[in-house]
């Protein structure tokens, strides 16, 4: 899974000297909360989030009057309160770094630059949507929670032994366990039922930490 498939393509961008009060109108009309800065050249200078432009607009309690107000507004622009420089990621950057990129940085998104060129973001809303598919959360089954030992060749065994069954591994994810030398799957299976998983296990010798059959999620509409 790279970049590359996940981004935003041609992300919507702001000039740099663009006032924040503008800035912030853009992105609540947008729905979005970054914005990558360009120069007049058309070159990516730095990055603002809404964040960035609220913690920089006056309090709503100021004592300064509307005239004032906008004056300071106008004088604030996006070129004083963005970031930069920018980290950015490119198009065959493992999603896998950049969501890693973004959680040691603290940071929700990451341009996307080829050739010099600025031509997507990633943020962190698309990595979620990357888990989603990985973890097959929109496909009915069964999800299953265990863990198995930390040798070569278990998932193929436990590939083959669901094939076997009738069962279609949908998706997979794996991530530490509390036994020692053993990993912990997250197994999402078609075809077969509940209780034929958790007897083939068993007799695997893997240890079934739950099992649960799921229906495809509603929709949710705004």
């Known amino acids: 899974m790279l970049v ?3 981004m935003t393509c041609n992300p919507i961008t702001i000039a740099a000297d663009v006032g924040i009060d503008d800035a912030l109108h853009l992105m609540r009309e947008r729905k979005i909360r970054r914005l990558p800065v360009l120069n007049a050249a058309g070159q990516m200078i730095g990055i603002v ?12 309690a100021t004592s300064l009057t509307v005239h004032e107000l906008r004056y300071l507004l106008a004088k604030l ?23 890693r990129i973004m959680a040691d940085s603290k940071i929700g998104g990451l341009p996307v630059i080829e050739q010099g060129r600025l031509v997507g973001i990633i943020t962190e809303t698309d990595i979620f949507k990357a888990l989603v598919e990985m973890l097959a959360m929109h496909q009915s089954g069964v999800r299953l929670t265990l863990d198995v030992p930390e040798r070569m060749g278990v998932l193929g065994e436990l590939g083959t032994a669901i094939a076997e069954l009738g069962g ?11 036994i020692p030398n053993h990993r912990r799957l997250l197994v999402k299976v078609q075809g077969v039922t ?8 068993d007799k695997l010798g893997d240890h079934v930490i739950e099992a649960r059959e799921v229906g495809q999620p509603e929709k949710i509409t705004a």
């Open 4 to 6: 590359g498939k996940w």
């Open 49 to 60: 989030s809404d964040k960035d432009l609220l913690h920089a607009a006056p309090s709503p």
């Open 77 to 99: 622009t996006v070129k004083k309160v963005m970031s930069s420089p920018v980290i950015t990621v490119t198009p065959d950057t493992p999603l896998e770094q950049a969501a």
């Open 168 to 178: 279609n591994i949908m998706g997979v994810g794996v991530y530490d366990s509390k």
């Open 194 to 201: 509940k209780g034929q998983l958790v007897d083939l296990l």
